[in-house]
């Protein structure tokens, strides 16, 4: 079986593109890349995103496999899996032919890599439920985060849902994208760089309350950074208000932005292809 290297956009409809092609040309994916990546030393085929032949297989995974196995799929597309396409690949071609019984075997080792991996990816979005901090500034209510799963698409609806009455931004830096939502209705947007503005005087105030609220509750008689590690991981602190200072907390969440630029529109929220 020829072996090609296949080059894509890093959508979810540009990877299922390189899916139909590969099987129906019989063809061995050796590896998928992205633009940016390097040359391989395969052949290379670059192919656009197709989002008819996307959304027929997409829909083919739940007819011919199942439902479960289609949202698996897409969710294990957000996951940060190293080379997660050459597993999903993998898992697609054996549930095409197989059926659904490849996404019940738990002894295979593709399979436990990417039940593993959207393991770790849903106990960051638990975690980020409860540790995202947002600063309101000119009646808008800002935050960064910086997850290594692209967990966005996933805390979209439940901040659109938790804040119905406010307008949201929530940017990711990992995955340069941006949560929107102004009263519920919301989009998930590309944004390469992006910057808060400063604080004003009373979002200064409420952050000093919280903090003043969170030395306060604190025992110093049972302190065990140990354990409030565990319930706390120190990789969200950086941009969390109660272990900041507001010079301190204004420069981390400005690290990643050389200046502002446009949000783009659209809404790109897998598994829609």
């Not at 959304?55 to 739940?62: G, I, V």
Request: contains cysteine; positive net charge.
């Amino acid at each position: 079986m020829e072996q090609v290297c296949y080059r894509y956009d890093g959508t979810f409809a540009g990877f299922l593109t390189c899916v139909w092609d590969a099987l129906e040309e019989k063809t061995e994916p050796a590896a998928f890349l992205l633009p940016e990546d390097g040359a391989s030393l395969w052949e290379e085929r670059e192919l656009p995103a197709d989002r008819e032949r996307a959304r027929r297989l997409y829909k083919a995974l739940a007819k011919r496999v199942s439902p479960p196995f289609q949202k698996l799929i897409a969710r294990g597309f957000l996951t940060c899996l190293p080379e997660k396409e050459l597993a999903l690949f993998t898992l697609i071609r054996r549930g095409l032919a197989e059926g659904d019984r490849v996404r019940l075997d738990l002894s295979d080792p593709v399979m436990a890599r990417v039940n593993l991996a959207l393991t770790k990816m849903w106990t960051e979005w638990d975690h980020l439920k409860g540790f995202v901090r947002f600063s309101e500034l000119e009646g808008v209510l800002v935050g960064e985060i910086e997850p290594k799963n692209r967990v966005l698409p996933l805390l979209a609806p439940h901040f659109a849902a938790r804040f119905s009455g406010e307008r949201i931004v929530l940017y990711d830096r990992t995955h340069r994208e941006a949560f929107l939502s102004d009263r519920g209705q919301w989009r998930l947007v590309p944004a390469e760089d992006f910057r808060m503005g400063p604080a004003g005087e009373t979002e200064r105030s409420y952050r000093a309350m919280w903090r003043r609220y969170y030395q306060t509750i604190a025992i110093e008689g049972r302190r065990n950074p140990k354990c409030q590690s565990t319930h706390l991981p120190k990789r969200y602190r950086h941009v969390m208000t109660e272990f900041l200072t507001d010079e301190e907390m204004e420069r981390a969440l400005r690290k990643g932005g050389a200046g502002a630029r446009p949000l783009g529109e659209g809404r790109m929220v897998p598994p829609q292809i």
